[in-house]
């Protein structure tokens, strides 16, 4: 986009340019009108004459056009006429259109939406809701084995989020960012209420995720993560909204949910990338232990339309540290911050090992299809039997409608030692979903699970006599809205 100043000194060199050249053919009609006055010219050469004449004045009036439009395009910021190309700004030259020298060493400051201290902070906000049957009719309403729907025959809250995201952008020269997830409701009990992960766990229950990010400019990008964020072992994640199920499963309710430390990613193409985690353990926003998990992993995209992610995780899982923040015990703690603790001599201090594997594959544009496969072992000491969990889920999803889809999933977690569920036993579900989309961010979910097992665990309605199977029936509503596009 030209100024109008230099179109201004457009017009004065094209008007001289044009004079220029009228000023033969005006010669040539004088010299004409002369030799006539002498010697008849012939016909032929008069019509030469105004036939030239006539195409300069074409080009007069298309070139008047031409700058007409670039005196109007400077002044309403509009592009070049069709066809034509962008007009090149050298750095330095007088312009009023200060968005041409955008990101360029010394431009002025942008005077676009994201300026300022919240400049490209997304705002987000989603609401989680259910009501859901359980038929066995529980003692206290409880289903076992859920990550989220926790409770049954009462209308719950699962879930409120608010996210706030400012999201580097390297190819824009801004090369950090930052992220925080605020939640609360019955699953932010799950993640983050467990005592035996999380000592002083009601410093923290409410911060999901906050981490800060800095892209290091090493070849393609290198990704640098540093606080808190979920984990991304599992194929299944925190909002419901970005999951084909309204439950979650075994495995996402057995695996991490978040870790505390750095994380670092880096793509070699569009097709392959590699991550490494260094945390203080599964579920710890403050270690427990001093031992510092590490995790490995990479993803593959084959094609457009298969995905293939692998984990593996290294930990040590047992607190060499206990705190009673319910009280001060006999005798002189220490404290942390007012809350007592004392060590626990001769702590545990086995490992875990976690191998998890997921592969996604859009079958075609309204079927999808995955799975997912995990092996974890774990021991109390280097030299204890160990503890096994492995098997694994296979996911479907078929959009009947533009606003109408029905997903299925079924799984197997074999629980040898208890690790998962403190009874060893074989568990399955299968579960079948069938979701309207009421609006562009508004869900509605139906769901049928059938929980069961090898050996009597599901409560029911007599407190001490226990099922095999536990069977629930429910409908989710799902609201989110914000400027944070795709899954969250």
């Known amino acids: 986009m030209i100024c109008s100043c230099c179109a201004r000194r457009h017009v004065i060199v094209i008007s001289a340019i044009a004079a220029f050249l009228l000023a033969p053919g005006i010669t040539v009609c004088v010299r004409a009108q002369d030799s006539n006055s ?24 298309k070139l008047q056009k031409r700058i007409d439009h670039i005196e109007t395009s400077s002044l309403k910021g509009q592009p070049n006429l069709p066809g034509e190309p962008p007009v090149q700004v050298t750095p330095g030259e007088p312009s009023l259109a200060k968005e041409s020298l955008a990101g360029q060493p010394g431009a002025p400051p942008s005077t676009s939406p994201d300026a300022g201290l919240l400049g490209g902070t997304t705002v987000n906000l989603l609401l989680d809701t259910y009501y859901e049957n359980n038929f066995n009719d529980p003692i206290g309403r409880a289903n076992l084995l859920r990550a989220y729907d926790v409770t049954s025959n009462t209308f719950a809250l699962n879930q409120a989020a608010l996210v706030l995201e400012n999201a580097p952008k390297p190819e824009e020269g801004k090369r950090w960012g930052a992220r925080v997830d605020l939640q609360w409701g019955q699953a932010t009990q799950t993640l983050q209420g467990n005592p035996a992960n999380e000592p002083r766990s009601d410093i923290y229950r409410a911060l999901f995720q906050a981490y800060g990010t800095y892209v290091a400019p090493v070849g393609r990008g290198l990704t640098i993560d540093f606080g808190k ?12 909204k970005d999951q084909m199920n309204y439950s979650r499963s075994y495995w996402f309710d057995y695996l991490p ?32 232990n001093g031992f510092k998990d590490q995790g490995f992993g990479f993803v593959w995209q084959a094609n457009k339309a298969v995905n293939w992610s692998f984990n593996y995780y290294l930990g040590q899982e047992h607190p060499d540290v206990v705190f009673y923040p319910a009280g001060t015990p006999p005798g002189n703690l220490p404290t942390l911050q007012g809350v007592p603790f004392n060590t626990i001599p001769g702590a545990p201090t086995g490992k875990l090992h976690i191998f998890d594997s997921y592969v996604s594959w859009q079958a075609s544009p309204l079927l999808t299809l995955a ?60 579960t079948f979903t069938l979701e309207y989309k009421l609006a562009e961010a508004f869900l509605l979910r139906w769901e049928w699970r059938r929980d069961f097992s090898n050996q009597p ?21 799902v609201w989110w809205f914000g400027g944070k596009t795709g899954p969250w």
């Open 457 to 477: 665990y599901f409560y029911t309605s007599t407190q001490g006599l226990l099922k095999r199977d536990q069977n629930t029936a429910g409908v989710g509503l």
């Open 257 to 288: 949910f978040y870790h505390m430390g750095v994380r670092v990613n880096y793509n070699f193409s569009d097709q392959f990338g590699v991550h490494y985690w260094i945390t203080n353990g599964t579920q710890q926003t403050e270690d427990f």
């Open 229 to 240: 964020w979920a984990s991304s072992l599992g194929m299944e994640n925190n909002y419901t």
């Open 38 to 61: 002498g010697a008849e010219a012939s016909a032929e050469n008069i019509t030469d004459l105004k036939r030239e004449a006539a195409d300069l004045r074409a080009l007069l009036d």
């Open 371 to 430: 799975m997912e496969a995990d092996w974890v072992i774990e021991r109390d000491y280097s030299n204890s039997a160990p503890a096994h969990t492995d098997g694994g889920a296979v996911y479907a999803r078929y959009q009947l409608k533009p606003k109408l889809a029905m997903a299925a999933r079924a799984e197997y977690l074999s629980d040898r030692g208890g690790l998962f569920s403190g009874t060893t036993q074989a568990l399955k579900e299968t």
